[in-house]
């Protein structure tokens, strides 16, 4: 189902932006997911794809628990834009490299999703996709409590999209992916939701 050209070829058509966000966002009132245009951080992440067991995995990973907005959250490997990247491209690479060992020099760029902001850090994340041939030799850093690999297949499985309370900071009812291995929402959720739309 998910051969080289194929997958490519679905990945390079138009983002389709809020379309594919709107449903994920953990806040019931649109405008409380505004982008605000005052002092944006930019920062990047890597979506990682590779082939393993007959299908097409990706990376994600949990954040230690610390005291800050993304204590133990589940997201991409990735992270704000140092004075020395020349892009977000090279953030996105180098903190791939920085956080589970993945090489700046492998995987293939395929596409930029649409950005995403995070009013709670202030955050605009530019999400980007690369396709490697084989599974990245990963080796995590302290950043990374927890390396998670999933299926596109469980991605576009309509099962594993459901709701889950988030008592900890007040918000209940929270659209998430509901997979075996984690439950991912926030700004993570709408990047998925929109990398599986364009892989339908």
């Not at 490997?77 to 020349?86: N, R, V």
């Not at 390396?147 to 309370?165: F, Q, T």
Request: include cysteine; glycine fraction near 4%; proline fraction near 5%.
């Amino acid at each position: 189902m998910w051969n080289r050209q194929n997958l490519i070829a679905r990945l390079q058509k138009e983002p389709p932006g809020e379309r594919a966000h709107i449903n994920f966002y953990p806040y019931r009132i649109k405008n409380k997911f505004i982008e605000t245009e005052i002092d944006k951080k930019l920062s990047a992440v890597g979506i990682h794809l590779y082939p393993e067991k007959e299908s097409i995995f990706f990376i994600l990973i949990k954040r230690p628990n610390y005291n800050g907005y993304h204590s133990g959250q589940i997201a991409f490997p990735g992270g704000k834009k140092d004075a020395t990247d020349i892009n977000l491209l090279q953030t996105a690479k180098r903190e791939s490299f920085e956080e589970l060992n993945i090489s700046m020099n492998i995987g293939e760029l395929i596409c930029e999703l649409t950005a995403v902001y995070i009013p709670v850090s202030n955050f605009l994340v530019q999400p980007f996709v690369f396709l490697h041939h084989e599974k990245p030799n990963m080796i995590k850093n302290h950043e990374v409590a927890e390396v998670i690999e999933i299926s596109l297949d469980e991605l576009v499985n309509e099962e594993n999209l459901g709701e889950i309370n988030l008592e900890n900071i007040g918000l209940s009812s929270v659209p998430a992916f509901i997979f075996e291995k984690c439950q991912v929402w926030g700004a993570t959720a709408l990047m998925l939701s929109e990398m599986k739309e364009m892989l339908k």
